[in-house]
């Protein structure tokens, strides 16, 4: 009898165990938030999926309470109502370290103190978009300087008048986060799309890239026409475009990337600029900030840096007005043309 | 203290029958599961702040629904197979910029009013793509 | 009806042995072989199933709720208190209708007992969650649970086979 029970009680174990065998892949849990002025949609897999899912969720509710510029106890809103902020957390130093970092490689294309000229416009929230006069921006210009934004130990001070806005890096920032979450949480693949940041950690679950596609600037109401797709593992990619946050008045079109040195909204011939990047310490950001430069900075001076970038590589894909699309290549085996979108399209080296 | 019934010790015939209801239930809730995972049409799905609160199949066109949140009003447009802000008094007017939608994980997003329109089921996204960036 | 001493260091004995049973099934992760959450042995159940038949569905309702308060202390997981009670007491409501149905024996009522005790976590779980998702587990782990019933009924059988000649069963 002892002996038939422990046949009986291996045998049943055996069998359930061939019987049930799930994929650890089939967890999966998909969060939507909405912070940093954007809807955020994260999908984590693997068996703590889902409390993965909500600790990228906390992380990100954490970094908008701190960086947050209509949130008046934040640090950036500290910082901005008082010029200085002595106790300064080492998060708030890091971003502003890079944000300096990247608005001295682009010629200060990329400039988180341009928040007056931007708020002017009313791309802050708040009151609705209007047109600025040009003596107001010719006022508010000469508060735009990313070197006048000083740290030293914990105290940030800023230049009299400035104020700054990270909205065009923090979405990046936020991105490098998640990946430390998905490490910490074992999470084997994830996509996290944060408003034009995308994360696609690992591959897919049938073992293939990520398929992301770059929505077509030209008919941004068509959620199916794509300038192209890019297939991305373990890779940022970022895009800035004119074509989604926009007002028109008098029958002209204004968006929400605003050229420092001018003030007014971006013109440099590129309807869209896509930057991507291998996952590595701080390429989240990297891709968020260049995105944004580059695409005030225009097609050649954009590939100019590129060509001479010392830093954690990146690619591009650039979107031009004149209908060509152009892609670098590093990026050029893993980027599938769309052709009903009637671009042309060049690889450049 | 009232002797209780000593148990049987030997499987029975009527121990199949327990055996064969569960069965019968586990093999029945798999089967409606899978037929409502393969099957299930394309819904959108109305989320405010992350909270669900409605639901429409897109199987046949749903007309039009009215949504406010915070001090916002948004229509809702349902056709067979797609869903788009037809108008709001929100002050970016970017939900209305979005366009229709059609796909399965493709969503319409009004952050004023903190609304998400998002598409589920459907259509398995064979030569679609995960993300968007834009 | 006031309960014996002997009734009274039986209840004890048998919460101890259920709680020892939770804990040693630990050891012996069946997650691991069945990657999906809720899969166990349920060796506990064999207390509740020989409770029920030697001192009473009142007794045995007893054990059960001290072992599922105890062993949410002793994990000091009190989220897990919801679990173990809603599946316990199913499991054992179950067992109490069917027992008394003549024709079982323990490994129908042992069977019906480890599926409903599964039932009730996916209902902890769907509360807990705030959605349906969870029920996407429960048509294996029924499978399970007859496999798992069917081992806990064996155990128990083997259990009263061994006491018969005692007079522990006879209250």
């Known amino acids: 009898m002892k002996r038939l029970t422990a046949y009986g009680f291996l045998m049943l174990l055996l069998l359930s165990g061939c019987g049930a065998q799930l994929s650890p892949d089939e967890a999966q849990e998909s969060i939507q938030v909405i912070a940093m002025d954007t809807a955020m949609l994260i999908t984590t897999y693997g068996e703590r999926s889902p409390a993965a899912a909500y600790a990228c969720e906390d992380t990100i509710r954490d970094l908008e309470k701190k960086l947050s510029r209509t949130d008046p106890d934040s640090e950036v809103s500290r910082l901005n109502n008082a010029g200085t902020l002595e106790d300064s957390e080492s998060e708030l130093r890091s971003i502003l370290i890079q944000a ?27 009151d609705g978009y209007r047109v600025p006069s040009q003596k107001e921006l ?24 400035q104020s700054i806005d990270l909205g065009a890096i923090a979405k990046g920032y936020a991105a490098d986060k998640l990946v430390g979450v998905f490490q910490e949480y074992e999470v084997p693949r994830g ?12 591959d897919r679950p049938d073992g293939t890239p990520w398929r992301v596609g770059i929505q077509d600037p030209a008919k941004p109401d068509d959620q199916n026409a794509f300038a192209g797709v890019l297939e991305l593992t373990d890779a940022f990619a970022v895009t800035s475009g004119g074509y989604q946050r926009y007002f028109e008045e008098n029958g002209k079109r204004y968006h929400h990337i605003i050229d420092p040195a001018t003030g007014y909204p971006a013109d440099s011939g590129l309807t869209s600029v896509t930057v991507a990047a291998g996952i590595s310490d701080g390429s989240g950001a990297m891709c968020d900030a260049l995105s944004t430069a580059l695409f005030i900075m225009g097609e050649e001076k954009a590939l100019d840096l590129w060509r001479h970038w010392d830093g954690t590589p990146f690619e591009l894909v650039l979107v031009t007005e004149d209908g060509r699309v152009v892609v670098t290549e590093g990026l050029a085996d893993r980027f599938t043309p769309d052709e009903s979108g009637g671009y042309a399209y060049e690889t450049v080296s | 203290m009232p002797m209780r019934p000593s148990p049987k010790l030997r499987p029975t015939a009527w121990d199949a029958l327990v055996v064969l209801c569960v069965a019968a239930l586990a093999i029945g809730l798999a089967v409606f599961q899978w037929r409502g995972g393969t099957q299930e049409s394309l819904t959108a ?7 669900e609160i409605d639901r429409v199949s897109l199987e046949r066109a749903a007309g039009k629904r009215t949504y406010q949140a915070g001090a916002y009003t948004l229509t809702v447009e349902y056709a067979a197979g797609s869903a788009r802000v037809l108008s709001s008094d929100c002050p970016t007017q970017d939900c209305v910029h979005t366009g229709i939608i059609t796909r399965s994980g493709q969503s319409i ?7 998400i329109i998002r598409l589920e089921g459907g259509a398995a996204k064979d030569g679609g793509v995960d993300a968007v960036l834009g | 009806m006031k309960p ?14 259920a709680l020892a049973l939770s804990y040693l099934e630990n050891l012996f992760p069946l997650s691991l072989a069945i990657p999906i959450p809720g899969v166990k042995l349920g060796l506990a159940n064999i ?51 069917l027992s008394r149905l003549r024709g079982l024996s323990l490994y129908g009522v042992s069977a019906g007992g480890a599926a409903a005790h599964n039932c ?26 007859l496999l798992t019933g069917g081992l806990t009924g064996l155990a128990s059988a083997c259990l009263f086979r061994g006491l018969r000649s005692t007079n522990l069963m006879k209250g």
Do not use: H
């Open chain 3, 4 to 17: 014996t001493t002997k009734q009274l260091t039986l209840c004890a004995l048998l919460t101890a042995m």
């Open chain 2, 109 to 115: 997003v009004c952050l004023p009013a903190r609304i």
């Open chain 3, 47 to 97: 207390v509740t199933l020989f409770a029920l038949y030697a001192l009473g569905p009142g007794q045995a309702l007893l054990i059960l709720l001290a072992r599922c308060f105890l062993g949410a202390l002793f994990a000091g997981n009190m989220n897990a208190l919801l679990f173990s009670l809603l599946g316990a007491l199913s499991a054992l409501g179950v067992m109490i209708l």
């Open chain 1, 100 to 126: 300096g970092q990247y608005c001295q490689k682009t010629g200060g294309a990329f400039d988180i103190t341009v928040a007056p000229v931007v708020a002017a416009w009313g791309f802050a929230g708040g």
């Open chain 1, 138 to 161: 010719d006022r508010l210009l000469e508060l735009v300087d990313g070197f006048a934004v000083k740290g030293n130990g914990q105290t940030l001070s800023l230049g009299p008048g």
């Open chain 3, 120 to 145: 009730g976590q996916i209902a902890a779980a769907m509360l807990t969650l705030g959605n349906s998702a969870p029920l996407y587990y429960l048509p294996v782990l029924l499978a399970v649970s």
């Open chain 1, 191 to 202: 996509l996290a799309q944060l408003g034009g940041n995308v994360l696609a950690y690992g």
């Open chain 2, 45 to 51: 799905v109305v989320s405010v702040d992350g909270e």
